[in-house]
């Protein structure tokens, strides 16, 4: 087993007393001998790509999926792949002694065999328990790994007094999420500093600034929404709920895009999938075949690296025709309010909402190809005919964009810059 300090290769024998590198002498945190499930050095890497090699801040759940996507039992299962080839070579001549027509319903039943293997695997999720207990123990050995998001304590009451004027000011674009953990992860990675955006949840979080942000949300006539969430009944309705209810943009007509996590973007993950807690009923933002596999399944957000989470939310609002143009003119000079100054209550709103007023960035600045229109289009009308992703129209009130979260949002390009 390789010591993640000094890299030294120490075998079995040479740790299994003392649980020690050979060499530097360092503590190893897990031992596979003993059933753990993963060394040291997975579990670093893991982190490490979580953390697009410390270029991200995550969370303690990005790193349980990016555990359970590698699963233990891979290489048991090269190994019974390759004990079913030798099972079939073996029992080839012994059956051929006996009759020849035995042979091709034997082979089709260990080929049979061997998909199902790489199919499927060989066993369920990661416990939670199991890992719990595997981060408690690489934190005593190793420490708190660098960029963890932990969440600080929340206050009923405002830190300090707002200006007076601040629900006077409002901000062009919000991202809602249905969990206060992806709202974590997009403050943490600077989302709404680099974006000029309000990031809440639907519940309620930034507790301290919430009902201010959403009065000043609701002023601006020219707001543009994203919906972020996981695959589950609650965020596959949110974009509808943001669309309907009185409390947050009903009748304002303002553009809902609908950016979350859909049962079509389920393929990748699927040895990721959670039971569902109840039957799903069609309506509300829900197409048939939604209710079908939400009555079945849930997946959570955080199956995606963090790195594609920002990169591909950024790229929803970056082909967004609204974020394109230029910086708008005031709103007061059209009857409303004002967008948010430079001044001491531009900073004051910009902190409580996590957000700060820039100008556009060459990043946002193109509009959609004709190709990118073409295939975006393409694929919101094979949603639309049916293939499970969604049955959204004009009437729901908001959009549905399936494209940025598409079948290689579980890949990765380390943290650089340009969209991977």
């Known amino acids: 087993m390789i010591c993640i300090r000094c890299n030294t290769d120490s075998t079995y024998p040479e740790r299994k007393d003392t649980k020690t590198c050979k060499q530097c002498h360092g503590r190893f945190a897990f031992e596979p001998r003993e059933n753990d499930p993963f060394t040291d050095m997975a579990f670093k890497k893991a982190i490490d790509a979580v953390s697009a090699n410390g270029q991200v801040k995550w969370g303690v759940e990005h790193l349980y999926y ?5 699963k233990r039992g891979s290489k048991a299962k090269a190994a019974l792949f390759v004990g079913l080839l030798f099972l079939g070579l073996i029992g080839t001549p012994v059956i051929g002694e006996h009759s020849s027509l035995l042979l091709l319903p034997f082979w089709l039943v260990i080929l049979s065999l061997c998909i199902l293997v790489f199919k499927h695997g060989l066993a369920g999720m990661l416990p939670r328990g199991e ?5 408690d123990r690489w934190g005593v050995v190793h420490g708190k790994p660098k960029g963890v998001i932990a969440r600080k304590l929340q206050d009923s009451k405002p830190a300090r007094a707002l200006e007076p004027d601040i629900g006077d000011y409002s901000f062009d674009r919000a991202v809602i999420c249905d969990r206060a953990r992806t709202v974590d992860l997009l403050l943490a990675n600077n989302f709404h500093f680099e974006n000029n955006c309000a990031v809440l949840s639907i519940g309620g979080y930034p507790q301290q600034a919430f009902e201010t942000v959403r009065r000043m949300l609701r002023r601006n006539p020219r707001l543009e929404v994203f919906v972020l969430h996981d695959i589950t009944q609650e965020g596959c309705r949110l ?13 304002m007509g303002i553009r809902i895009v609908d950016v979350g996590l859909r049962p079509i973007h389920a393929g990748p993950f699927k040895n990721l999938l959670l039971p569902s807690a109840r039957p799903a009923l069609a309506g509300e ?11 079945k399944h849930m997946l959570e957000l955080a ?6 989470v920002v990169k591909r939310l950024f790229r929803s609002m970056s082909q967004s025709t609204q974020a394109a143009r230029a910086p708008t003119a005031p ?8 967008r948010l100054p430079r001044g001491a209550a531009g ?7 996590g957000a700060v007023v820039l100008l556009p960035t060459a990043a946002m600045a193109g509009h959609m190809s004709p190709e990118e229109q073409a295939r975006l289009q393409k694929k919101q009308q094979a949603a639309q005919g049916g293939d499970g992703s969604s049955s959204s129209s004009s009437s729901d009130g908001f959009e549905l964009d399936i494209d940025s979260f598409s079948a290689d949002a579980d890949a990765s390009d380390g943290g650089a810059d340009s969209f991977g």
Request: glycine share 8%; aromatic share 10%; no cysteine.
């Open 66 to 70: 990016e555990l359970a996507r590698k």
């Open 131 to 135: 890992f719990e207990r595997m981060w």
């Open 239 to 251: 974009a509808h709920r943001l669309a309907t209810d009185p409390e947050w943009f009903k009748g």
């Open 285 to 295: 933002g829900i197409s048939p075949e939604e209710a079908r596999w939400l009555s």
């Open 303 to 308: 199956v995606i690296r963090p790195e594609q």
């Open 331 to 338: 709103i007061a000079a059209r009857g409303s309010q004002s």
């Open 347 to 353: 900073a004051a709103a910009a902190g409580a909402a």
